[in-house]
T-cell receptor
Framework: EDQVTQSPEALRLQEGESSSLNCSYT??????LFWYRQDPGKGPEFLFT???AGEEKEKERLKATLTKKESFLHITAPKPEDSATYLC????????????FGAGTRLAVHP | GAVVSQHPSRVICKSGTSVKIECRSL??????MFWYRQFPKQSLMLMAT?????????EQGVEKDKFLINHASLTLSTLTVTSAHPEDSSFYIC??????????????FGPGTRLTVT
């Protein structure tokens, strides 16, 4: 069964304290790994899509990396406005382009 | 680019009535739209996938007669919750996947609709 696991469930950081969020997956055939940011009461905001092991993408203080078993979302020198829930999802072959989501990591960055 | 809108953002209805939620892709053609529901502090649960002009594919456990999905055009999909009950109260979110010219847009999400059934 295809599965996506995110860790930690919650993370509290001080402003400027860099860290990484993990997304591990067990799927039959990966056709893309997605990262989204979700603020309370809003829909997820697209961040990155990664397609193959070794691929990296960056956007401001965020950098996403992908291996054959997991993905990391690195947050460098976070600011309070980076506080949100970060969701990881995978698209698998034969799945009609649907995404399988992890439970998310709730990030709180304190000044 | 890749903006998805939803309407309404919030709706309160009485038990037994039906509610329609609209999802629109504003700047690309959405060949596929997805409908999710999300309970507080939980992740997204896929309800159904719809391709333009075709019947929706529902996930296991989702009642297709209760959650009616229509995807009649490349920019609009609707979700109708029929005979709503308090347990249907939730946050409903749509997403769209499609193209604009040669650019393919992966799943972009709408802002969500908060449904409260009293």
């Amino acid at each position: 069964e295809d599965q996506v696991t995110q860790s930690p469930e919650a993370l509290r950081l001080q402003e400027g304290e860099s860290s990484s969020l993990n997304c591990s997956y067990t799927v039959s055939g990966l056709r893309g790994l997605f990262w989204y940011r979700q603020d309370p009461g809003k829909g997820p905001e697209f961040l990155f899509t990664l397609y193959s092991a070794g691929e990296e993408k960056e956007k401001e203080r965020l950098k996403a990396t992908l291996t054959k078993k997991e993905s990391f979302l690195h947050i460098t020198a976070p600011k309070p406005e980076d506080s949100a829930t970060y969701l990881c999802a995978v698209r698998v072959s034969g799945g009609y382009n649907k995404l399988i989501f992890g439970a998310g990591t709730r990030l709180a960055v304190h000044p | 680019g890749a903006v998805v809108s939803q309407h309404p953002s919030r709706v309160i209805c009485k038990s037994g009535t039906s509610v329609k939620i609209e999802c629109r892709s504003l700047d690309f053609q959405a060949t596929t739209m997805f409908w999710y529901r999300q309970f507080p502090k939980q992740s997204l649960m896929l309800m159904a996938t719809s391709n333009e002009g075709s019947k929706a594919t529902y996930e296991q456990g989702v009642e297709k007669d209760k959650f009616l999905i229509n995807h009649a055009s490349l920019t609009l999909s609707t979700l109708t919750v029929t005979s709503a009950h308090p347990e249907d109260s939730s946050f409903y979110i749509c997403s769209a996947r499609g193209t604009s010219g040669r650019v393919t847009y992966e799943q972009y999400f709408g802002p969500g609709t908060r449904l409260t059934v009293t």
